[in-house]
């Protein structure tokens, strides 16, 4: 049974710096698209940034574009979040979510089969 385990949340002032990590285990012999979810208190949970297996297919959403990359080490299953110039609505539990394709990066949390526990991310102003 595939399982994800995130790290890297924290606290951080406005304008500041995170990078989350999260790393796959379990049967890893196939292909999965990674994403990063987040969901703030009284809202629905969202996709914020996603990659293929291959990183040839990314996704940001426009609230974090420019600002936030996603990136993949495909021999460590692990993929990461660099978070920069956060704001204090970037307030959120983060959640990894995987998916068994090659290729696609579907935008609705459903849609993925896996999920972390979440990881915390809190920007004061």
């Known amino acids: 049974q595939e399982q994800l385990l995130e790290s890297g949340g924290g606290l951080v002032q406005a304008g500041g710096s995170l990078r989350l990590s999260c790393t796959l285990s379990?049967?890893?012999?196939?292909?999965?698209?990674m994403a990063w979810f987040r969901q703030a208190p009284g809202k629905d949970r969202e996709l914020i940034a996603g990659?293929?297996?291959?990183?040839?297919?990314?996704y940001y959403a426009d609230s974090v574009k420019g600002r936030f990359t996603i990136s993949r080490d495909n021999a460590k299953n692990t993929v990461y979040l660099q978070m920069s110039s956060l704001k204090p609505e970037d307030t959120a539990l983060y959640y990894c979510?995987?998916?068994?394709?090659?290729?696609?990066?579907?935008?609705?949390?459903?849609?993925?089969?896996?999920w972390g526990q979440g990881t915390q991310v809190t920007v004061s102003s």
């Open positions: 979510a995987a998916l068994r394709t090659p290729y696609r990066l579907p935008h609705t949390p459903a849609q993925y089969e896996y």
């Open positions: 379990g049967r890893t012999s196939s292909t999965y698209t």
């Open positions: 990659v293929v297996w291959s990183a040839s297919d990314t």
